[in-house]
């Protein structure tokens, strides 16, 4: 078994066809690959990212049919078995600061002289999802970032624990981050210490079946269906009045998912956009949950 998978992605890099590039980079999300570089290399765009080597190489065939029934005439897919030091090399190489918002900024822990005025995030993601790099992760971020009380939060789907240490830094009381990927829920516990954060979050394995409510608001960033899926969910967990941030869609999804959450209360405030990425934030309302008879 390989130590890791490394996934290669190669088009024209002409800055046309943009479109093939947000196509690209929401195949290797639904591939799971936490961490996208992004390399030009003459008039060719090179991306790559790294998987689990458990990732059964038939998935990885039937995902390359996938993308070819879209983009066989212009993008070229292939992968190899990688170790892991090839992956932490890279990636130190490639992961730069990255700017969020009015007030953040995302920090590889391992660079000297963050900025003194901006809120920092010092993170170590390792194999998780969720260095900023990502259009929905900012999007969410910027979301935290215009809520006026946090209070006490979930985080499902926490990933590297960016959203619950950007939100405990945002002035939440409290946090619980949960995640069904084991990677994550150490890359969470792991930044949070970085952040001296341990004492104001929970981290659990699994998803919202681990977390009881009522809670002030709740973050997700995952995909479309799941997201929709969760919404009984959300609603259970969060208080009348309460906030939600909903990200992991593209904008076309967002009608669907917006009904899914308005079925439970759900009133979306704004939709924020990144590109072909939406997030949703909103409240959850009491008087029409308790009128739909739920
Ligand atoms: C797109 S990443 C988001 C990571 C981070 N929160 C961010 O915003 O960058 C989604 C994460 O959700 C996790 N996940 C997927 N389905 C889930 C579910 N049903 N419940 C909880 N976590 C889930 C994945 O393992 C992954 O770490």
Not at 33 to 48: A, N, Y
Not at 127 to 134: C, S
Not at 146 to 157: Q, T, W
Not at 167 to 184: E, M, N, Q, S, Y
Request: contains cysteine.
């Amino acid at each position: 078994m390989a130590d890791l998978w490394q996934v290669q992605v190669e088009t024209a890099a002409d800055g046309a066809d943009g479109e093939v590039e947000e196509t690209l980079y929401w195949y290797l999300t639904e591939l799971g690959l936490p961490h996208v570089e992004r390399q030009i290399l003459g008039e060719r765009l090179v991306l790559r990212g790294y998987l689990s080597g458990e990732t059964p190489e038939g998935v990885l065939q039937r995902w390359r049919e996938n993308v070819g029934e879209r983009l066989s005439e212009k993008a070229e897919i292939g992968w190899r078995a990688a170790e892991r030091r090839d992956w932490q090399k890279s990636w130190r190489e490639h992961w730069r600061p990255i700017f969020v918002g009015e007030r953040l900024v995302i920090w590889p822990v391992w660079l000297p002289d963050p900025p003194g005025d901006r809120l920092v995030i010092p993170l170590d993601p390792g194999m998780a999802f969720g260095t900023g790099e990502h259009a929905t992760t900012r999007l969410c971020l910027r979301a935290l970032e215009s809520v006026p009380h946090l209070g006490i939060f979930a985080d499902v789907g926490c990933g590297s624990g960016v959203l619950t240490v950007a939100a405990l830094k945002l002035g939440a009381g409290r946090g619980w981050a949960v995640d069904t990927d084991d990677l994550a829920v150490a890359s969470t516990r792991k930044n949070l210490q970085i952040n001296g954060l341990q004492e104001r979050a929970a981290v659990a394995h699994g998803s919202t079946e681990q977390l009881s409510g009522p809670l002030d608001g709740v973050v997700s960033n995952i995909l479309a269906e799941v997201i929709a899926d969760l919404a009984p969910e959300f609603r259970r967990l969060v208080r009348s009045g309460g906030w939600g941030i909903f990200s992991g869609l593209l904008l076309t999804q967002a009608p669907r998912v917006v009904e899914a959450l308005a079925g439970q209360g759900f009133e979306l405030s704004e939709t924020l956009s990144e590109g072909d990425w939406a997030c949703l934030v909103g409240r959850f309302s009491a008087e029409r949950f308790r009128s739909a008879g739920s």
